[in-house]
């Protein structure tokens, strides 16, 4: 079953613009992680944040993490047209870091 | 970087048919692997998780005697769709937990995707 909430469901920003999406889950977790899939493709990790963090920061990749509201944020900055993908949102609980997903934002960046 | 492979990438079959897929670990030890399914335009679905063994755990409404799924190695679990239907048309992806990893990292399979006919 999925646990959170992503928006927006869809996102159309020119290139160099940011894109911010956003994830909302409703029980506790270990970790919360960011994943890309290209259109009919396999998943691809983007960052993993942990339950004791509040932002984290790859390149153009800037991850935050709310566990009071149970909501997490993605901002890809200085979109390029290569960024289109969709982006998931994945909350890791209980022993195994069972992964429950949101239910996506579509991210297409135009030229 | 730990890599997962999913066998076959694509599969067509007739209605009744049952269909093997097959994940690997293929530089790590995997006593733990989930698998996914996916509908078009939505996001993945958690259907079980794979212990290496003994029985997987199922998630609420995924059908056991539908999805069988044996994990009778440290890098190898597989799931088979008996008697499928078009209903069960969809993409299919596993994960791997690395143990060797503190935060337990999943590493997803490229996905296979099944059409019944």
């Known amino acids: 079953s999925q646990q959170g909430e992503e928006d927006p469901q869809a996102l159309s920003i020119q290139e160099g613009e940011n894109a911010t999406m956003n994830c909302s889950y409703k029980t506790s977790i270990n970790n919360l992680q960011w994943y890309r899939q290209n259109s009919g493709r396999g998943l691809v990790h983007l960052i993993l944040i942990r339950s004791n963090e509040r932002e984290k920061h790859s390149g153009r990749l800037r991850v935050t993490l709310d566990t009071s509201k149970k909501s997490s944020s993605l901002l890809i900055t200085a979109s390029r047209a290569a960024d289109t993908a969709s982006y998931f949102c994945?909350?890791?609980?209980?022993?195994?870091?069972?992964?429950?997903f949101g239910a996506g934002t579509r991210l297409a960046v135009h030229p | 970087g730990a890599v997962v492979s999913q066998h076959p990438s694509r599969v067509i079959c007739k209605s009744g048919t049952s269909v093997k897929i097959e994940c690997r670990s293929l530089?790590?030890?995997?006593?733990?692997m989930f698998w996914y399914r996916q509908f078009p335009k939505q996001s993945l679905m958690l259907m079980a998780t794979s212990n290496e063994g003994s029985k997987a755990t199922y998630e609420q409404g995924v059908e056991k005697d539908k999805f069988l799924i044996n994990h009778a190695s440290l890098t190898l679990s597989t799931l088979t769709v008996t008697s499928a239907h078009p209903e069960d048309s969809s993409f299919y992806i596993c994960?791997?937990?690395?143990?060797?990893?503190?935060?337990?990292?999943?590493?997803f399979g490229p996905g296979t995707r099944l059409t019944v006919l």
């Open positions: 994960s791997a937990r690395d143990e060797g990893q503190s935060y337990n990292e999943q590493f």
């Open positions: 994945a909350t890791g609980s209980g022993g195994y870091n069972k992964l429950i």
């Open positions: 530089d790590f030890q995997a006593t733990t």
